[in-house]
C-alpha cells in the first residue's frame, strides 16, 4: 500500500496525491495529515495501533494533544460515511 496514490476502499475511492475521497457522501477533500493518518492506519491494517503511537508517526512534535487525533479520525469516517 505504501507506493499506492489511489485505492478503493470499500465504495470509497481515495487519491493519496489529490487528497480527495470520493465515498458514500459524495467527495470529500482531506487535509494532508489525514491522508497521512489514514496511509499509517491502512498501512498496519490487522495490527494495533496506539493513539500515541498514530500521535507521533502523524503528527510529530507539533500535536497539541489527543483532540487532533480524534478529529483526524472523525473526518476519516464521515468521508467514508460512517457518521452522519
Known amino acids: 500500500m505504501k507506493d499506492e496514490t489511489s485505492i478503493r476502499i470499500g465504495d470509497a ?3 493519496f496525491d489529490a ?3 470520493d465515498g458514500p457522501a459524495g467527495p470529500v477533500s482531506s487535509e ?3 491522508m497521512d493518518l489514514l496511509r499509517v492506519l491502512l498501512d ?3 495490527a494495533l495501533v496506539t493513539r500515541q503511537t498514530l500521535l507521533d508517526t502523524v503528527w510529530r ?3 497539541g ?3 487532533i487525533l480524534s478529529r483526524g ?3 476519516l469516517r464521515r468521508a467514508f460515511g460512517e457518521v452522519k
Open 13 to 15: 475511492k481515495v487519491d
Open 19 to 21: 487528497h480527495p475521497t
Open 32 to 34: 494532508p495529515k489525514v
Open 44 to 46: 498496519n491494517a490487522g
Open 61 to 63: 512534535e507539533t500535536h
Open 65 to 67: 494533544g489527543d483532540e
Open 73 to 75: 479520525i472523525s473526518l
